[in-house]
């Protein structure tokens, strides 16, 4: 079964991922949804119900993407099923927040393992059938905070900084071959991972955000579809702000 459009996007069992899959699915796309572990496939499954509900094709794939071989296996069933992968959304991320003096080496590389080396081995993946089909659109999923940096926050800054690098280096090795990478930051957006964030954190935030509410999921959807539609065919490498003027 091939289709027009068709969407890998990492841990789209809920929040931001999950909306992203809801907006690509309004457009018609064959959507790609993929989560960790067996566990998570309820929440999986209602993001395929969403996706089917308005009224587009779509399939959930089990996969921890800080596991390389997982990450191949599972490009290849997306392959099978969608007959071609035209965007992947690298959005799985994770938090493990504390200030260095107290961060084990167990946090760092955790958050590092699934946030960039994820996306690397998603890039290494989907890139190998970007190349034969000469076009492609990489959309990874960064934040403000791996431009600005925070307290509390070292290894998860490392790791959104990291993509940021990564885009700008997968930009320059596949542009000849008509796939651009390009990075969505987000400011402070209203979801499960940062509903928990202390109530002194948030109204810091806040104080600094020149557009008065907090981001939404669709705020950050809407810059991924137009970075993956035909007319940001000319836009590669870049940073695409969406924090309200919180970093202004
Ligand atoms: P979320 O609600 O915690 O969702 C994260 C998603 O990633 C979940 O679907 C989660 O699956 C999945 N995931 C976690 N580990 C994974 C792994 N090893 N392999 C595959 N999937 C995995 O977070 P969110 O707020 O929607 O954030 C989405 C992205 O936006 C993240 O990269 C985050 O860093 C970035 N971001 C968020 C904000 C914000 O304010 N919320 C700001 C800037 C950037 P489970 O459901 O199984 O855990």
């Not at 081995?121 to 989907?126: I, S």
Request: glycine share 8%; charged share 20%; with cysteine.
């Amino acid at each position: 079964m091939a289709v027009t459009k068709s969407v890998l996007i990492t841990g789209a069992s809920r929040g931001i991922g999950q909306q992203i899959a809801v907006q690509f699915a309004k457009q018609g796309a064959f959507i790609a949804i993929n989560y960790p572990f067996e566990s998570e496939k309820e929440n999986a499954m209602q993001t395929l119900h969403e996706v089917q509900n308005r009224g587009s094709q779509g399939q959930i794939y089990e996969a921890d993407v800080s596991n390389l071989a997982a990450v191949e296996d599972m490009v290849k069933k997306v392959k099978m099923d969608a007959g071609s992968i035209d965007v992947l959304v690298a959005n799985a991320g994770i938090t493990k927040d504390k200030l260095i003096m107290r961060m084990t080496s167990e946090d760092w590389n955790q958050v590092l393992q699934i946030n960039l080396t994820g996306a690397f081995h998603c890039t290494k993946a989907v890139t190998k059938e970007m190349m034969q089909a000469k076009k492609g659109r990489i959309v990874y999923i960064s934040s403000v905070i791996g431009m600005i940096g925070n307290a509390g926050q070292a290894n998860y800054a490392a790791s959104k900084g990291g993509m940021i690098a990564l885009c700008k280096s997968v930009a320059k090795e596949f542009g000849s071959r008509n796939i651009t990478a390009n990075c969505v930051a987000p400011g402070y957006i209203l979801t499960e991972m940062t509903q928990n964030l202390p109530k002194e954190a948030t109204d810091q935030f806040m104080s600094r955000v020149s557009i008065k509410r907090f981001g939404t999921m669709e705020d950050i959807a809407h810059a991924v579809l137009f970075l993956s539609s035909d007319q940001a065919a000319y836009i590669t490498g870049q940073v695409l702000v969406v924090d309200g003027g919180l970093t202004l």
